[in-house]
């Protein structure tokens, strides 16, 4: 059996790897003057598990600031959410707009 341990050139000290973590993303949901107040809420808690309450604070941000943070996930992740919602509003005839970016 070799030995993995070795001074070798190759071999790497257990210690010296770490697995990179992915980078993380936010998804935003961003305000219009058209999408109700509501929706925004359930489609806060539908796609991303929040409370009513939760839900209702991210809206009133959303609606007072223009922007509002819903998440923060790994890129494929946030991405995937971003569309689920973008499908929903387009679905239910809403302009309600969401973004991914660097967390």
């Avoid at 806060?44 to 009133?60: D, G």
């Avoid at 941000?61 to 509003?89: F, R, S, W």
Wanted: include cysteine.
């Amino acid at each position: 059996m070799a030995n993995t341990h070795s001074t070798g050139d190759t071999a790497l000290k257990p210690s010296a790897v770490k697995p990179k973590l992915p980078d993380m993303f936010k998804v935003l949901l961003l305000n219009d003057d058209y999408t109700p107040m509501e929706f925004v809420v359930e489609t806060i808690q539908r796609f991303f598990n929040k409370s009513r309450e939760q839900a209702t604070q991210i809206m009133l941000k959303v609606h007072t600031e223009g922007m509002g943070v819903c998440g923060v996930y790994p890129q494929d992740i946030a991405e995937t959410k971003m569309n689920q919602v973008l499908i929903h509003a387009k679905e239910a005839q809403h302009p309600l707009q969401c973004v991914v970016e660097p967390a």
